[in-house]
């Protein structure tokens, strides 16, 4: 797939394995927010059905820890219920930012915790131009 994420608006800061979105929460129960944005870096390419969705599929799941809000006119707009799907536009274009915002809450605990397998997976129906 040719969708990506990317950290900042000019696309310059692609979310990989080796560049993970990050967040820190210094206060248990706290909740940091992000603004990201997904594109399409082939030309040849168009997506529809596009959706941007929490997962966790290492030990306890705690994708719920994740809110998704579609973008309203730079705020976000309405967050999702924890680990739901976030639906996108179709992206017909492409290397053009479409805004969305992501806000992580970690829950009450007793004890420092990292957690590293908490992943945004989008996917959607990939065409040829």
Excluded: R
Aim: overall charge neutral; glycine content about 4%; proline content about 5%.
């Amino acid at each position: 797939m040719a969708l990506k994420i990317s950290k900042n608006v000019a696309l310059s800061d692609i979310v990989s394995d080796v560049n993970p979105i990050t967040t820190e929460h210094p206060i248990t129960g706290s909740a940091v927010v992000l603004q990201l944005w997904l594109f399409n870096d082939n030309a040849n390419k168009i997506y529809k059905s596009v959706t941007v969705k929490p997962t966790d599929a290492v030990n306890t799941n705690e994708s719920n820890w994740v809110q998704l809000a579609p973008d309203k006119t730079g705020v976000a707009g309405a967050y999702l219920t924890g680990g739901a799907a976030l639906t996108m536009t179709d992206i017909s274009d492409s290397n053009v930012a479409k805004p969305f915002w992501c806000k992580v809450t970690t829950p009450v605990v007793a004890d420092s915790i990292n957690k590293l397998d908490i992943k945004l997976t989008v996917s959607g129906k990939e065409y040829a131009v």
